[in-house]
């Protein structure tokens, strides 16, 4: 089965960068777009990325998204971290059935 | 603009089938480029996909709640829902229901809309 391995949390300071990472334990992650969704305590999942690296109208240019095929990895990077960017960031794609896989998530601390 | 929301029983008894409906607005859920989808949480954990309904009524379950998993589309209400049966206490979870893109004239590609969540507690 196709899954999606984030770290369980990742910590970083006000104003600086931290990213995130989604490795696939098989196939090629290129095979499908990579998704990640951010969640606030309480609320729903958005979307901060789609297509492996675009962001939705709304979204801060400090939040970008890539790909590393050679690693089967996707990654989420956020500069110029702020308070308001705590959150649990889970990756997604889909697997060659066309089902939803998440990745763990990955609970963000800005210090 | 598209909003779901999600209904059906807060406590639902073990063995016994857990039923919940998704209810679309700003939108019809005739529209063929889009797949509806359930998804769950857990308190505390991260998310599972539960399974998907195309507008044809195809459907794509998560192959550990394949066996238990129902969900059908309901056109003239403007509505899908999720039957899940035989709950046990490790059903407890949020469950959201959310809308899914796949096409490239997406406006926002994968599951661009979501519910605010019902949760469902799974106990006698």
């Known amino acids: 089965n196709f899954m999606l391995t984030q770290p369980h949390s990742v910590s970083e300071s006000p104003g600086k960068t931290v990213i995130i990472s989604c490795t696939g334990n098989?196939?090629?992650?290129?095979?499908?777009?990579v998704q990640w969704y951010q969640q606030r305590p309480g609320s729903a999942p958005t979307t901060i990325i789609y297509?492996?690296?675009?962001?939705p109208s709304g979204v801060p240019d400090r939040f970008s998204g890539s790909i590393d095929s050679s690693a089967n990895s996707a990654s989420l990077t956020i500069s110029g971290l702020q308070t308001e960017d705590e959150a649990d960031y889970y990756c997604?794609?889909?697997?060659?059935?066309?089902?939803?896989?998440f990745g763990g998530g990955t609970k963000l601390s800005v210090l | 603009q598209v909003q779901l929301q999600e209904s059906g029983p807060g406590l639902v008894k073990p063995s016994e089938t857990l039923s919940l409906t998704c209810a679309v607005s700003?939108?019809?859920?005739?529209?063929?480029?889009?797949?509806w989808m359930w998804i769950r949480q857990p308190a505390g954990r991260g998310l599972e996909w539960i399974g998907r309904i195309s507008t044809s009524g195809t459907t794509n379950y998560n192959p550990s709640l394949k066996s238990r998993v129902t969900m059908s589309l309901d056109t003239s209400k403007n509505q899908f829902s999720l039957r899940l049966s035989s709950v046990t206490a490790a059903d407890t979870a949020v469950y959201h229901c959310?809308?899914?893109?796949?096409?490239?004239?997406?406006?926002?590609?994968?599951?661009?809309?979501w519910g605010p969540g019902t949760t469902v507690t799974v106990s006698s």
């Open positions: 959310a809308r899914d893109c796949r096409i490239s004239s997406c406006v926002v590609y994968g599951m661009d809309v």
């Open positions: 098989s196939g090629s992650i290129a095979s499908n777009f």
């Open positions: 997604q794609s889909y697997d060659t059935s066309n089902r939803g896989v």
């Open positions: 700003g939108g019809s859920i005739s529209s063929g480029i889009y797949y």
């Open positions: 297509k492996d690296n675009q962001r």
